[in-house]
């Protein structure tokens, strides 16, 4: 299975110049934990809605975002995906193809696939009866 396949297409954004206020709204109004931050097309951040915890409603989102933003192409699998969040201990990862953001998968998308389970459950294995082993007897004590 591939990134492509589990991913979110719609993707918030913020500008790196948007107040922690504006970011929090959009948090509450999408029901959603990661943005990214883009400035002319190009990726330069992430925030989390943990990051703005305790943060001036004033302040600009470029004093919380994180900077360095691990991405991965939609091609990729999920193992290897898995490995990255886990690597590098984030939540999420900007999905882009051709230097475009297309998606992004966070944990919340792995964790619900994971949920579904199979739709083709292995087959019950036999259980083995070990043989009986006949009773000891017991030594008397008298």
Not at 6 to 28: C, G, I, N, Q, Y
Not at 116 to 132: I, M, N
């Amino acid at each position: 299975m591939r990134v492509r396949d589990v991913m979110s297409a719609k993707v918030k954004t913020v500008t790196p110049r948007e107040t922690v206020a504006d970011a929090k709204e959009l948090f509450r109004r999408f029901d959603i934990d990661q943005l990214v931050v883009e400035q002319h097309g190009t990726i330069v951040g992430i925030v989390g809605d943990g990051d703005l915890r305790g943060a001036p409603e004033e302040a600009e989102v470029n004093e919380f975002m994180i900077r360095h933003v691990t991405t991965i192409p939609p091609d990729a699998t999920l193992r290897k995906a898995a490995g990255m969040m886990t690597g590098h201990a984030v939540g999420s990862l900007p999905v882009v193809d051709g230097g475009k953001l297309i998606g992004i998968l966070t944990t919340a998308d792995l964790l619900t696939l994971l949920s579904k389970g199979s739709t083709h459950p292995a087959p019950a294995r036999e259980r083995q009866v070990l043989a009986r082993r006949p009773l000891r007897k017991r030594p008397s004590m008298f």
